[in-house]
């Protein structure tokens, strides 16, 4: 195996294997809450960890999700480089997405791109989160303001970044809306629920 190749090898391995360990489950076990998988749409992510009630732990989730990601990417850039560091945040997404511990079913990768943006380019981190927060004010829509905001990512990736860091973001978003598909199909069908209102299983 080429030299130049292991280390890529290496840094995708290392993200998806920090971006699977399911902290949303883990956390409301720990709590007390149950599984996770048993409540609201029964994703191991943050959205659905603040439908327990426990505002503490869905943040304690939201942080520890970006930090799985932010991690390797900030590891693989040390030892072995940037594009090493954009494979990284892939893993990372792929882990958190499809967990072989889980069943290959996680959570829907909002909290973990934030992460890789942050560390991969926080300009870009920092709007992807502007936005977010904009639409979901305004719509108050979580799932909008998340797509929203991954499908502007790659032009701020590309100002921040390069065109390959802007490309590692497209396929990031692509991601991110296939598993929002369904959140997708409610969107257009005017039956998504709104941020504090009467939640539906995904």
Same mark, same amino acid.
């Given at each position: 195996m080429p030299n130049d190749i292991l280390p890529l090898i290496l840094a995708l391995a290392l993200g998806y294997l920090s971006g699977s360990i399911p902290f949303g489950l883990l956390l409301t076990r720990a709590a007390g809450l149950g599984d996770i998988r048993q409540i609201g749409s029964g994703n191991i992510g943050a959205t659905n960890v603040l439908r327990t009630g426990n505002k %503490?732990? $869905? $943040?304690? /989730? =939201? #942080?520890l999700d970006a930090l799985k990601a932010a991690t390797p990417v900030? #590891?693989?850039?040390y030892f072995w480089g940037e594009e090493a560091a954009m494979l990284a945040a892939v893993g990372a997404f792929l882990g958190h997405c499809f967990p072989v511990w889980l +069943? !290959? %079913? +996680?959570g829907k990768g909002v909290a973990v791109m934030i992460g890789s943006l942050l560390a991969l380019a926080w300009p870009a981190g920092l709007i992807f989160c502007a936005v977010w927060l904009l639409i979901a004010l305004a719509r108050k829509i979580s799932s909008l303001a998340a797509l929203t905001a991954a499908a502007t990512a790659p032009i701020f $990736?590309? =100002?921040f970044g390069n065109a390959l860091l802007a490309l590692t973001v497209i396929a990031l978003a692509l =991601? =991110? !809306?296939f598993q929002h598909r369904e959140n997708i199909a409610r969107l257009l069908a005017g039956t998504e629920? /709104?941020?504090g209102g009467k939640k539906k299983a995904a």
């Open positions: %503490k732990v $869905a $943040a304690a /989730t =939201l #942080v900030l #590891v693989a850039r +069943g !290959f %079913k +996680g $990736a590309y =100002l =991601l =991110l !809306f629920p /709104t941020i």
